[in-house]
């Protein structure tokens, strides 16, 4: 997986999809990565205001750096939230959303007993598919409301 040290990956991401590596899109994606969670775009507008990175220039590198590859968007509740896109040959992601509170959740696909190859080969084998890419959304309840949930009940 690149990280945002890998400077050269992202400039070569860019320059294949017919842009230059701004400091405007390095001060995003720079944002998103020290951030370490999804950010929504008002999230990442109030991270770079501060070095004069105006609203609409963040909607503007935002959908280019998703077009090109280097962030993800994960839609919940009609709202985008961004995460630097993985570049492992069959990407997945997995999150699980809370039903109470709307909390997301990075799921470590390594921790899960899934053979992924397997899933995705067999997956384009039996849908004449080329899949680019996994994305899992798990319904759920996280550990603070769960432990809310149980503080509620009476005895």
Known sequence: MHTIEDVDYIRIRLRNGGYKLTKQRFQIIDAI?????HMSIDEIYSKVKRRNIGLSTVYRNVIILEKVGILKSINMCSINYYE?????????HVHAQCIKCNKLIDIDEGKMIVDWESVVNNTEKNY???????????????SKCNIEK????VI
């Open 33 to 37: 990565n020290k951030n370490r969670k």
């Open 84 to 92: 630097i896109e993985s570049t492992a040959k069959h990407k997945v």
């Open 128 to 142: 004449s598919i080329t899949v680019d890419s996994v994305s899992i959304m798990l319904s759920s309840v996280c």
């Open 150 to 153: 149980n503080s509620d009940k």
